[in-house]
């Protein structure tokens, strides 16, 4: 089994679903410019059906951005496979993403079909897409909920019709790790040709638990994770890249595997995309977050400025942030204290520090945080 994960980037379809996102070509161009200077091995572009600007926007970044895979979804019909054909044309490299729900619930309230009716347009489907393009994504949407025995004809069956790659999508965020990862494991073992295909995690954030999935997924062996920047999505959103690329090389002791992000561009992205989309990201947020690399407890600021490993596991210059920072609060101690007025260019006798400690204490019970310019206050 290859150690590489492919990173297959899904933000600009959707996390374009996001309600109240609108992203437009211009910005979509350049999502995609970064996310391909990133190491994404695949951007989903979008739905080239849906709409002539979401074909538009397919085409041009199929046209404009180079040495990735740019990616087209459809549904299982013969018209979406050659609007998304049309579309990616002047790509370098092109993807058909194409599928259809695997979950009783989805083939009798959704589709309206048997299981044999959907496993049969299924198969048509990649057959035609096959017609296009030799790479072809197959999503069984809401495996997370579907039947196991039946998931399993579904593989075998259109990774022989020319499948290769199996999306098993936990489309309502359902699973908990030990169930998807067992999905995953359960697929590649009993499906006789499951070895013909790479198999793909595509997880929703409903109970919270997208990128714990995401991981059980790869542990299992599958070799790519479908993820956006910020975790945006539709409801609560999806897998966030960031988590999960951070997560796969900070533990590769855990997962022994590879992607080919370069890492000190995750902030950047990060921020390209909140100001694009509108959608902020939230001030604890993993990895990118504003206070993923700052401290205000005294106790975690001794322990950090004396060895940083102490209370953090993540460089921060590996995402792209500057460093560390000290945020001074209520809960900072004299340590911290020190530091940022060293920072200022202070240094004080230990007389006249404990003075300053104590108008410090004073004005910090008052707000929320103490400022460089509260600091030079304080000082004279």
């Not at 990735?68 to 579309?87: P, S, Y």
């Not at 990774?159 to 290769?164: E, F, L, P, Q, Y």
């Not at 390209?272 to 001030?283: F, K, N």
């Given at each position: 089994?290859?150690?590489?994960?492919?990173?297959?980037?899904?933000?600009?379809?959707?996390?374009?679903?996001?309600?109240?996102?609108?992203?437009?070509?211009?910005?979509?161009?350049?999502?995609?410019?970064?996310?391909?200077?990133?190491?994404?091995?695949?951007?989903e572009a979008g739905f080239p059906i849906s709409s002539p600007g979401d074909f538009l926007s397919v085409q041009t970044l199929?046209?404009?951005?180079?040495?990735?895979?740019?990616?087209?979804?459809?549904?299982?019909?013969?018209?979406?496979?050659?609007?998304?054909?049309?579309?990616?044309k002047p790509a370098e490299r092109r993807r058909i993403h194409t599928g259809l729900g695997v979950s009783d619930n989805h083939l009798q309230h959704k589709l309206k079909m048997t299981r044999d009716q959907a496993l049969e347009v299924g198969i048509r489907a990649v057959k035609k897409a096959r017609e296009y393009t030799d790479d072809i994504e197959y999503f069984m949407e809401d495996s997370g909920r579907a039947d196991l025995d039946y998931v399993y004809r579904v593989v075998e069956g259109v990774?022989?019709?020319?499948?290769?790659v199996i999306n098993v999508p936990d489309t309502t965020g359902f699973t908990y790790p030990n169930e998807y990862y067992h999905l995953i494991k359960g697929i590649i073992e009993n499906v006789p040709n499951s070895d013909q295909a790479v198999f793909s995690c595509h997880c929703h954030n409903d109970l919270g638990m997208a990128t714990a999935n995401t991981l059980a997924g790869v542990m299992a062996g599958a070799r790519q994770v479908e993820v956006t920047m910020n975790g945006i999505g539709e409801r609560a959103g999806n897998t966030?890249?960031?988590?999960?690329?951070?997560?796969?090389?900070?533990?590769?002791?855990?997962?022994?595997?590879?992607?080919?992000?370069?890492?000190?561009?995750?902030?950047?992205?990060?921020?390209?995309?909140?100001?694009?989309?509108?959608?902020?990201?939230?001030?604890?947020?993993?990895?990118v977050g504003a206070n993923a690399y700052a401290h205000s407890s005294g106790i975690h600021q001794d322990g950090v400025l004396k060895e940083r490993s102490t209370?953090?596991?993540?460089?921060?210059?590996?995402?792209?942030?500057?460093?560390?920072?000290?945020?001074?609060?209520?809960?900072?101690?004299?340590?911290?204290?020190?530091?940022?007025?060293?920072?200022?260019?202070?240094?004080?006798?230990?007389?006249?520090?404990?003075?300053?400690?104590?108008?410090?204490?004073?004005v910090a019970d008052t707000k929320s945080e103490v400022t460089e310019s509260d600091l030079r206050s304080i000082v004279a």
């Open positions: 089994m290859s150690n590489r994960v492919m990173v297959f980037d899904t933000t600009l379809r959707d996390g374009e679903q996001s309600p109240g996102v609108r992203l437009s070509l211009d910005d979509k161009l350049e999502i995609g410019r970064q996310l391909a200077a990133m190491g994404v091995d695949i951007i199929a046209r404009e951005i180079k040495g990735v895979t740019i990616c087209g979804l459809t549904r299982a019909r013969d018209g979406d496979i050659e609007a998304a054909a049309e579309a990616l990774i022989r019709a020319g499948a290769t966030a890249l960031e988590e999960v690329v951070m997560a796969l090389h900070v533990r590769q002791d855990k997962f022994n595997v590879t992607t080919g992000i370069q890492t000190q561009q995750l902030l950047p992205a990060s921020r390209l995309v909140s100001r694009l989309t509108g959608m902020v990201v939230q001030r604890n947020k993993a990895i209370y953090e596991i993540i460089d921060p210059t590996l995402v792209g942030a500057e460093k560390s920072e000290i945020i001074l609060t209520a809960r900072s101690g004299r340590h911290g204290l020190k530091f940022r007025l060293a920072e200022l260019g202070y240094n004080f006798e230990p007389a006249r520090f404990e003075e300053i400690y104590t108008e410090f204490c004073r």
